[in-house]
């Protein structure tokens, strides 16, 4: 077992991966750009689920990421962060609804939690909903949740930092380079000009991951989908309202043109698929796109009437270019490991336990195979 691990980025993945390397007794450097926790996990919509994930393998990891969530909440103050609410989904016309009903029983098929049910048990389940009144049914998706991610990373980074891990945040924690003897990763430069010694380095950066592997000198691309250009695709519109009434809405809600869940402080954070933003969108765009985005959470839930918007942020999500997670020894250098994902809060805490698995023991789980960064070497 190498002895000293440097995780590069405290978001969601990077923080798991510090804990479970600690509790693993490794010693620990967990380093940050920024406050932990700053990046896409801030702004996540964290929806915990496999919902609509293919193949089956990346399925099955997603549905081991609820699973593990679930664990941890047990042993992590679980109450201030973790919501298992149970998700309510449905179709605005009849061609939406059919697709839906075909992937419930795609996914009760694989025993996933999954069923259709009619309008009056969704306005049961959730008493805020403004349904139409000719809605044919719904899908309840019970074992799907969320999770508060602030709360979360503190607490990660808490009990990471009190198992003997080293934070650094802001440049003392930047990581600038990387220092190499005899083909092996030896340390990581940072900003303030430190090195951090280190016989493994993680890189749980996000969107800045192919950064990394690129100044570690890696031999494959880290392909992501684009983020920094016009019209790219990874940034999304996150808006956050409230207050919300004690009327308003208490799961997660997937309705035509709108998903939303509640958040801290009496919130509600919403997400449009439709809102077309990206990280060179004027305020005055994205100030338009946040109002449409509340009036239609408006339309579909009660408790919003007297909500404002609190904020808004276009943020950029890390996705591997074939949708899969990339987790593995990055080609070229040796000891140096890469952990970026979309889908990132759902996986977090199993692919975390998966990668302290194979970084303690040398021998890789199975079900880490698809995701080698090698696949992007042809
Ligand atoms: C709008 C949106 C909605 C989403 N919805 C969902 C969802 O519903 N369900 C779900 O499971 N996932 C969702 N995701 C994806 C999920 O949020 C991400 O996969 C996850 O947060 C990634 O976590 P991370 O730790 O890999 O990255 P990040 O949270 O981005 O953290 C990376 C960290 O690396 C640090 N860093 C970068 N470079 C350096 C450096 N050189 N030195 C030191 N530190 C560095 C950064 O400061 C940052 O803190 C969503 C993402 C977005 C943006």
Redesign the pocket.
């Given at each position: 077992m190498a002895r000293r691990y440097a995780v590069?980025?405290?978001?969601?993945?990077?923080?798991c991966l510090a804990l479970r390397l600690a509790e693993a007794g490794a010693e620990v450097t967990l380093?940050?750009?920024?406050q932990?926790?700053?990046?896409?996990?801030?702004?996540?919509?964290?929806?915990?689920?496999s919902n609509d994930k293919g193949p089956r393998a990346y399925h099955e990891l997603?549905r081991a990421?609820l699973r593990a969530w679930a664990t941890l909440a047990g042993q992590l103050d679980g109450a201030a962060w973790y919501r298992p609410a149970g998700n309510i989904e449905w179709a605005a016309t009849v061609a939406g609804h059919r697709e839906l009903a075909a992937r419930v029983d795609r996914l009760a098929s694989w025993d996933y939690p999954a069923r259709m049910i009619s309008a009056a048990e969704a306005a049961g389940l959730e008493p805020a909903l403004r349904l139409p009144p000719d809605l044919p049914g719904a899908a309840w998706f019970p074992a799907e949740g969320?999770l508060l991610?602030g709360p979360l990373v503190s607490q990660l980074v808490e009990a990471a930092a009190s198992r003997g891990v080293t934070v650094l945040a802001g440049p003392p924690?930047?990581?600038?380079g990387f220092a190499f003897g005899g083909g092996a990763v030896q340390a990581v430069r940072?900003a303030a000009g430190q090195q951090i010694p280190a016989d493994v380095v993680v890189c749980?950066?996000?969107?800045?991951?192919p950064?990394?592997a690129r100044l570690a000198g890696g031999t494959a691309p880290v392909p992501l989908v684009p983020w920094q250009a016009p019209g790219a695709e990874?940034?999304?519109?996150?808006v956050r309202a409230g207050p919300a009434g004690p009327d308003g809405p208490a799961r997660m809600l997937h309705a035509p043109g709108i998903n939303l869940r509640p958040h801290t402080g009496g919130q509600v954070h919403l997400?449009a698929l439709d809102a077309a933003v990206d990280l060179h969108t004027p305020d005055a765009g994205l100030r338009r796109w946040a109002a449409e985005l509340l009036g239609r959470a408006r339309r579909v839930t009660r408790g919003l009437d007297q909500a404002a918007v609190t904020g808004h942020q276009v943020?950029?999500?890390?996705?591997p270019a074939d949708g899969q997670s990339i987790a593995g020894w990055l080609p070229g250098p040796r000891g140096v490991y890469l952990?970026?994902?979309?889908?990132?809060?759902?996986?977090?805490a199993h692919l975390s336990g998966l990668i302290t698995t194979e970084l303690v023991t040398g021998t890789a789980p199975d079900e880490l195979r698809p995701y080698r960064p090698s696949r992007f070497l042809t």
């Amino acid at each position: 077992m190498a002895r000293r691990y440097a995780v590069i980025g405290a978001g969601v993945i990077g923080a798991c991966l510090a804990l479970r390397l600690a509790e693993a007794g490794a010693e620990v450097t967990l380093l940050d750009q920024d406050q932990p926790g700053q990046a896409a996990t801030r702004w996540s919509f964290a929806w915990l689920n496999s919902n609509d994930k293919g193949p089956r393998a990346y399925h099955e990891l997603n549905r081991a990421g609820l699973r593990a969530w679930a664990t941890l909440a047990g042993q992590l103050d679980g109450a201030a962060w973790y919501r298992p609410a149970g998700n309510i989904e449905w179709a605005a016309t009849v061609a939406g609804h059919r697709e839906l009903a075909a992937r419930v029983d795609r996914l009760a098929s694989w025993d996933y939690p999954a069923r259709m049910i009619s309008a009056a048990e969704a306005a049961g389940l959730e008493p805020a909903l403004r349904l139409p009144p000719d809605l044919p049914g719904a899908a309840w998706f019970p074992a799907e949740g969320y999770l508060l991610t602030g709360p979360l990373v503190s607490q990660l980074v808490e009990a990471a930092a009190s198992r003997g891990v080293t934070v650094l945040a802001g440049p003392p924690g930047e990581v600038t380079g990387f220092a190499f003897g005899g083909g092996a990763v030896q340390a990581v430069r940072t900003a303030a000009g430190q090195q951090i010694p280190a016989d493994v380095v993680v890189c749980c950066a996000g969107r800045w991951t192919p950064e990394l592997a690129r100044l570690a000198g890696g031999t494959a691309p880290v392909p992501l989908v684009p983020w920094q250009a016009p019209g790219a695709e990874a940034p999304g519109l996150v808006v956050r309202a409230g207050p919300a009434g004690p009327d308003g809405p208490a799961r997660m809600l997937h309705a035509p043109g709108i998903n939303l869940r509640p958040h801290t402080g009496g919130q509600v954070h919403l997400e449009a698929l439709d809102a077309a933003v990206d990280l060179h969108t004027p305020d005055a765009g994205l100030r338009r796109w946040a109002a449409e985005l509340l009036g239609r959470a408006r339309r579909v839930t009660r408790g919003l009437d007297q909500a404002a918007v609190t904020g808004h942020q276009v943020c950029v999500r890390p996705m591997p270019a074939d949708g899969q997670s990339i987790a593995g020894w990055l080609p070229g250098p040796r000891g140096v490991y890469l952990a970026v994902t979309h889908s990132g809060v759902t996986l977090a805490a199993h692919l975390s336990g998966l990668i302290t698995t194979e970084l303690v023991t040398g021998t890789a789980p199975d079900e880490l195979r698809p995701y080698r960064p090698s696949r992007f070497l042809t």
